[in-house]
């Protein structure tokens, strides 16, 4: 056999290639991969807690659960349980109000507020700005909520009336009787200023990206500054404003003390945004969960399982959207 | 008909990539077709006079006196860092654009100062374009649309945009490799078409004077040939200022020729001459030095 015969028969089988990590390396990377998976199991933990104590409910409920929007533990004379009806609808949709609200008006005014810090403040007062947004993102929520409901409210009242009176034959507007105290759009407008300050960092660390050659570029052809902001800046931006707005969405959606705060917790499908009444699910847990018997404790197990599925979702959505509206800018 | 065309490029592009020593720099100069300043409706051209420009404390540029006739290429030569990117951006006011930017001096645009006070910048930067190192296409927008990019940044109405759209491209050198896919993005193009495509989206709002800084350095000499053809069929109609590193580029597209130097403080202009004479007969020893190719 000669050596060209040989070569041009056997084709080798690709070899392995592989590397023996320095110890320094492997040490780091066993520490990296702990700290990243323990995030992981942690939150499945959760979810697994949530799953077990709820499924019983669940089993019970089923889709009712979600559909139907009755919450009653009867008991009988003996202080048993003899009949119970949980149905989340009420706070499902007291839920969602509320964090729309949150997001059509907070988002518009982050994204100016990102835009004004970007391309129009200048110096100390930018630097000053910016921490000061930093600090307010760090805030604890029952401050919100305090200032919500002692300083916020009376005006926020007299918008709502305002509100009522000239769009009331919109539904959404109207109200069965004048309670425009502790309502779903004062709830939202609680939220709203609590999620300015993540949704405004998050946008200016986007807009701060933008290329300089493209804004230079568009400048060098005339542009004004609202130009060029619209030509580059926002196509630019996009994706990462609908992902810091979902993120938002969903904090404003899982909120608790603030809500609880401010809101009239009642237990009632709500659609009349102005209404003094309504609430959401994380208020209805925190509401419940400090006098409910074993059975209802579960129920609200569930109801926290939901929430976190609806997170879930949010996030699942803004993945999409960011993919959708931010690649074609960049 | 575009075959033809297309081989006669190619023997031009040939005859004119031949590799030329720094002295037969001279007679390419001369060779090619000259052309007269300001014969036409162009204005009265731009003209600097005792240009300074700082950033923070660092004064990188002094005392630069020069004059653009309208209608004539003039190419900005001299080695990294002296000064060259810097003295075209105080052209169209791009200069003020980094914070730090100062200016001291005059830059006339048709006898009127661009720098005086209550001067709309963005009326300035419509009538003196610029075309930038690295090509930038705006990628969020179509080839058309980055060519008309300039009407919507800067408001103007214009009637009959598929006529300028494609008006522009032809001036670039670009129609007939994108005429059939305007609707694509400008991503998709190459880097030299997307250099073309940025001198047609310059030329859209009809500028006076087309600034071009290196804009053939990260192109392939192809893309480099067909830029410098259009630049050539550019200053029938504007005024072109053109920073280059490549010496034949100077010789084979510019009129006048001006060599700008910085010993390690600010960089000045040490002479300014037609380009011809740059090349053959200098003034300065230290343009004679660089443009010979003993230092730079
Ligand atoms: N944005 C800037 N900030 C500070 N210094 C700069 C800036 N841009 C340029 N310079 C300095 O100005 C001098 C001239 O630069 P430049 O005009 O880019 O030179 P050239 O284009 O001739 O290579 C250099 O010393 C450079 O370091
Ligand atoms: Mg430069």
């Not at chain 2, 009637?159 to 491209?169: G, I, M």
């Amino acid at each position: 056999m000669t050596l060209m015969e040989n070569q041009s028969a056997t084709i080798p089988a690709p070899r392995e290639i592989t590397t023996k990590p320095r110890v320094s390396d492997q040490i780091f990377r066993a520490v990296v991969t702990v700290g990243g998976m323990s995030s992981l199991i942690i939150l499945g933990l959760i979810a697994l807690f949530l799953s077990l104590k709820g499924i019983n409910v669940l089993r019970i409920e089923q889709l009712s659960f979600i559909t139907e929007s009755k919450w009653e533990v009867l008991q009988d004379a003996e202080g048993k349980i003899a009949e119970s009806t949980f149905g989340l609808a009420a706070m499902l949709i007291g839920t969602f109000l509320a964090a729309l609200i949150a997001v059509i008006v907070g988002v518009p005014i982050a994204v100016l507020s990102a835009l004004y810090l970007t391309f129009y403040a200048r110096g100390s007062a930018k630097k000053l700005l910016v921490s000061l947004i930093d600090l307010m993102a760090a805030f604890p929520s029952l401050l919100f909520g305090f200032w919500g409901f002692i300083v916020l409210m009376g005006s926020a009242e007299y918008w709502a009336k305002l509100l009522n009176k000239y769009l009331g034959f919109i539904p959404l507007f109207d109200v069965p009787a004048p309670i425009f105290e502790r309502s779903p759009f004062i709830a939202g407008l609680v939220l709203a200023i609590m999620i300015i300050p993540i949704v405004t960092a998050i946008s200016r660390e986007i807009f701060d990206q933008t290329p300089l050659d493209r804004i230079q570029a568009a400048y060098a052809l005339g542009a004004s500054k609202l130009s060029m902001i619209r030509a580059v800046v926002i196509p630019y931006g996009r994706g990462g404003v609908v992902g810091g707005a979902m993120l938002g969405l969903g904090r404003a959606m899982g909120e608790t003390v603030a809500v609880y705060t401010v809101l009239n917790v009642v237990y009632q499908i709500n659609w009349q945004i102005l209404f003094g009444a309504g609430g959401n699910v994380a208020s209805l847990i925190l509401l419940k969960f400090g006098e409910a018997g074993p059975q209802e404790v579960d129920a609200l197990m569930a109801a926290g399982l939901v929430l976190f599925l609806l997170t879930l979702i949010v996030n699942a959505i803004s993945d999409i959207l960011i993919n959708r509206f931010g690649r074609r800018g960049r | 008909m575009s075959s033809t065309e297309n081989s006669n490029n190619e023997n031009n592009m040939e005859k004119k990539m031949q590799t030329t020593t720094p002295s037969s720099l001279a007679s390419v100069a001369n060779n090619r077709e000259q052309r007269v300043p300001g014969t036409n409706l162009l204005g009265t051209g731009l003209e600097t006079r005792g240009v300074h420009a700082w950033f923070g404390k660092k004064h990188v540029l002094s005392d630069v006196s020069l004059d653009f006739a309208a209608g004539t290429v003039t190419a900005l030569i001299g080695p990294s860092g002296c000064g060259k990117s810097t003295y075209l951006r105080t052209l169209n006011r791009m200069h003020e654009f980094i914070p730090t930017a100062a200016l001291a001096g005059e830059v006339l645009l048709d006898g009127q100062d661009i720098y005086a006070p209550g001067t709309d910048v963005t009326k300035i930067r419509l009538r003196v374009g610029m075309v930038f190192q690295k090509p930038n296409p705006f990628p969020s927008m179509t080839i058309g649309e980055n060519v008309l990019s300039g009407l919507k940044l800067a408001q103007l109405k214009k009637s009959n945009t598929d006529e300028l759209l494609e008006s522009c491209l032809v001036r670039a050198g670009l129609w007939s490799e994108v005429k059939d896919r305007l609707g694509e993005h400008g991503g998709a193009l190459s880097g030299g078409q997307q250099q073309r495509l940025c001198i047609a989206r310059s030329l859209a709002v009809e500028p006076q004077v087309l600034l071009m800084d290196e804009p053939c350095s990260a192109l392939d000499p192809g893309s480099t040939f067909r830029i410098e053809e259009t630049i050539s069929e550019l200053a029938k109609s504007m005024t072109i200022v053109i920073v280059t590193h490549n010496m034949q580029q100077a010789a084979r597209v510019s009129d006048y020729t001006a060599f700008f130097l910085s010993d390690g403080g600010p960089g000045v202009m040490v002479e300014t001459a037609p380009t011809s004479k740059i090349f053959s007969s200098p003034t300065d020893k230290r343009t004679e030095d660089y443009v010979t190719g003993r230092f730079g």
